[in-house]
């Protein structure tokens, strides 16, 4: 008789166990599942265009891929606030410094310096110059409002005659524009590849985040005449 309970026991305690291991199982398939539905296989077709704007993981969720030249322009810019909240001064009426080989010719001498005005701000491209592998913009930015300004600079706008998108490198800028009607130097730099068909570019810059101001100057040029011809 006791040996009857004994195996009707080990019996039970086998099928729990059996039990139990397929309930592991199958909470295991579905959390498995669950979590490879937002694992997309990659296209190995060489017809295929590679959409780089899906994130990552499918359309379901992930992350989003940034290029490295916004990440790199946000932290200079993020830089560059800080410093002109800790010293205002610092970027007033300096000439800005290129780490280029050559002092630069002046282009179009006769046609700067041009200007934009929206909101109590202005801005002033005062001269372009030829560098050996950029042409060099040096502008102003000048606040005649009663409240100070924010501008990302990574939003600068850059255009060719034929509507064509060209980056910029802003340099000696503050980020943030105080109300003193004082003068802020800086630069903005185009590398010379993204010019070899150009001849003139227009610059669109808003604030941030409200986008109320609207700088645009149109027609800059960045070739000589003769060079033009």
Not at 46 to 74: F, M, W, Y
Not at 76 to 99: M, Q, T, W
């Amino acid at each position: 008789m006791n040996l009857k309970v004994t195996f009707l026991l080990i019996l039970a305690i086998l099928l729990i166990m059996l039990g139990a291991g397929g309930v592991s199982a199958y909470i295991g398939y579905v959390m498995g599942r669950e979590a490879l539905k937002v694992v997309t296989q990659p296209d190995g077709s060489p017809e295929q265009t590679i959409d780089r704007k899906k994130p990552l993981g499918g359309n379901h969720k992930g992350l989003s891929l940034i290029e490295e030249k916004t990440i790199l322009t946000n932290v200079y810019n993020h830089i560059n606030s800080k410093k002109a909240l800790a010293d205002p001064n610092s970027f007033l009426e300096e000439e800005p410094v290129l780490n280029l080989a050559s002092p630069g010719k002046q282009i179009a001498a006769d046609e700067f310096p041009i200007r934009a005005q929206s909101e109590g701000i202005t801005i002033e491209v005062i001269r372009a110059r030829k560098e050996i592998r950029a042409v060099a913009l040096d502008v102003s930015l000048q606040n005649k409002g009663t409240k100070p300004v924010r501008f990302l600079y990574s939003f600068l706008d850059v255009r060719d005659e034929q509507n064509r998108p060209i980056s910029a490198i802003v340099d000696g800028l503050p980020g943030e524009l105080p109300p003193n009607e004082r003068k802020f130097r800086g630069t903005f730099i185009i590398p010379s590849t993204l010019l070899e068909k150009s001849r003139t570019v227009s610059l669109t810059l808003q604030d941030y985040p409200d986008q109320k101001i609207n700088l645009q100057l149109d027609s800059i040029p960045v070739v000589s005449k003769t060079a033009a011809k």
